[in-house]
C-alpha cells in the first residue's frame, strides 16, 4: 500500500488538511479539505472529533507522518522538529505568545498523535524563517532583559514565505533581488527578502502588528492599551477589541471579507479599503528601506492572489517607489500562489 504524508493546519473552529503521496515531487497533495463548526451547535464537538472526519475522507490511505503547522516557534525553533512530549510541552508554553492559535495548533497534534500511534509528527513553525533575520530587526527599543526573556521581533506567516521564496528561486531569480512579498489574507503581513531569507517583516511580537486585517488593527500606538486599561477595561476585553472586531471590520461596520467591501456603496467601506491601501503603501516604503530598494513585489494570500483592485491600487500609490513603471528601474510585479501545505509536507518527509 502507497504511504501517505498527511499536513494539519489547526485553528480555533477548524482544521485544514492535505494528504500527499509520499514518493512523489510534495507539490501536488492528492487530497485536500477543511472540516469547519468545531465547537459549534451541529459541528465536531473537539479537535479530536474533526479529526475522526478527515480520517473517514482520507479513506485507506497508509499515513506515514504528519506535520503541523504551530504558529510559534520563539525563541527555541528556528526550523522544523519531530515532535516529542518535550517540544509538545514547549509549544504549550508558547501559548500566551499567540493565544488566538497556539493553543488550537496543539489540540490538533494531540489529536494526530492519538490517531497516529507510533507515526513520526513533525513541528513546522512559522516563526522559524524569520530567525535568519539581522539581530538587528529582531530587537524593539525595549530594556535588554526583555529582549533576552522573549519580548521581540519574531514575525509569522513563515511558511508561506518560504513557499514563495522557493518558488522564486526555481525561476532564477538574480542573486541579491531584493524582494518585498505581500501575503495579503484575513491575516496580513509583508516580508523583505534577499536570497530567499527573511531581512524585515511586518508582524512582531504577535500575529497582531503591523498591516490592517480582517478583524485585527494592525500596528497600534501601546499607549491606547494603557488607556483603555485605566478606562477600566480588561485585559480580556482588550484582546477581544484587538484581535477580533477591528481591522476592517471595525472600520467598516460592516464585514471583515475584502470581496464585500468593494462591493458596497457604504461610505465607511470605502474608507476601510482607502486606510488599508493607505498602509500596505506605508509598510512596502518600510520592508524596501530594510532592503534599501527593490526589485521585484509579490502578491499572495486571499487577497493579494484574487483581487486585482487590491493590487492595481497599491501599484498606483507607490509608482515613486518604480512600482508600474517601464525600463531602467521599474519595480517588478508578480502574483504567486502560496502553497503552505506543500513546505509542510517536504519538512515531514526530511524528518520523518
Known amino acids: 500500500m502507497p504511504h501517505h504524508l498527511l499536513t494539519l493546519n489547526a ?42 472526519t478527515v480520517l473517514a475522507r482520507i479513506g485507506n490511505a497508509h499515513v506515514a507522518a504528519v506535520g503541523h503547522r504551530i504558529v510559534h516557534g520563539g525563541t527555541g525553533f528556528d526550523r522544523p522538529v519531530l515532535i516529542d512530549d518535550g517540544v509538545l510541552a514547549q509549544i504549550d508554553a508558547l ?42 530587526n529582531q530587537r524593539f527599543a525595549l530594556p ?16 508561506s514565505y518560504e513557499s514563495i521564496a522557493g518558488q522564486l528561486a526555481a525561476t532564477g531569480l538574480p542573486t541579491g533581488a531584493r524582494v518585498v512579498v505581500a501575503h495579503l489574507g484575513n491575516g496580513a503581513s509583508m516580508c523583505a527578502m534577499r536570497d530567499g531569507a527573511s531581512v524585515a517583516t511586518t508582524m512582531s511580537f504577535s500575529p497582531l502588528d503591523g498591516l ?23 485585559a480580556d476585553d482588550i484582546a477581544r477589541l484587538l484581535y477580533r472586531e477591528s481591522g476592517l471590520l471595525g472600520l467598516s461596520g460592516l464585514s471583515s471579507d475584502m470581496r464585500t ?38 502578491f499572495t494570500g486571499g ?5 486585482a483592485v487590491v493590487r492595481e491600487r497599491l501599484v498606483a500609490a507607490t509608482g515613486w517607489m518604480g512600482l508600474g513603471a517601464e525600463g531602467a528601474g521599474a519595480v517588478q510585479v508578480r502574483v504567486l500562489r502560496t502553497n503552505e501545505e506543500s513546505v509542510i509536507a517536504r519538512h515531514t518527509a526530511a524528518l520523518a
Open 303 to 307: 487577497i493579494g492572489e484574487n483581487s
Open 212 to 234: 490592517p486585517m480582517g478583524t485585527r488593527c494592525g500596528r497600534l500606538d501601546a499607549a491606547v492599551v494603557l488607556h483603555l486599561l485605566s478606562q477600566g477595561r480588561t
Open 261 to 298: 467591501l468593494l462591493a458596497s456603496d457604504s461610505a465607511h467601506a470605502r474608507e476601510a479599503v482607502d486606510y488599508f491601501i493607505e498602509h500596505l503603501a506605508r509598510e512596502l516604503a518600510g520592508m524596501a528601506a530594510a532592503l534599501r530598494g527593490i526589485d521585484l513585489l509579490v
Open 95 to 136: 501559548a500566551p505568545l499567540a493565544p488566538l492559535h497556539q493553543p488550537h495548533n496543539a489540540a490538533g497534534v494531540r489529536a494526530a498523535r492519538a490517531a497516529f500511534a507510533g507515526v513520526p509528527q513533525v513541528a513546522c513553525f512559522d516563526t522559524a524563517f524569520h530567525r535568519a533575520q539581522p539581530a538587528l
Open 11 to 52: 485553528g480555533s473552529s477548524s482544521i485544514k488538511y492535505a494528504l500527499f503521496a509520499r514518493h512523489d515531487d510534495l507539490s501536488t497533495p492528492v487530497l485536500t479539505g477543511q472540516v469547519e463548526g468545531i465547537g459549534v451547535a451541529g459541528g465536531p464537538a473537539t479537535h479530536e472529533d474533526a479529526l475522526a
Open 144 to 159: 535588554r532583559a526583555l529582549h533576552e526573556a522573549g519580548v521581540r521581533r519574531y514575525g509569522f506567516h513563515g511558511l
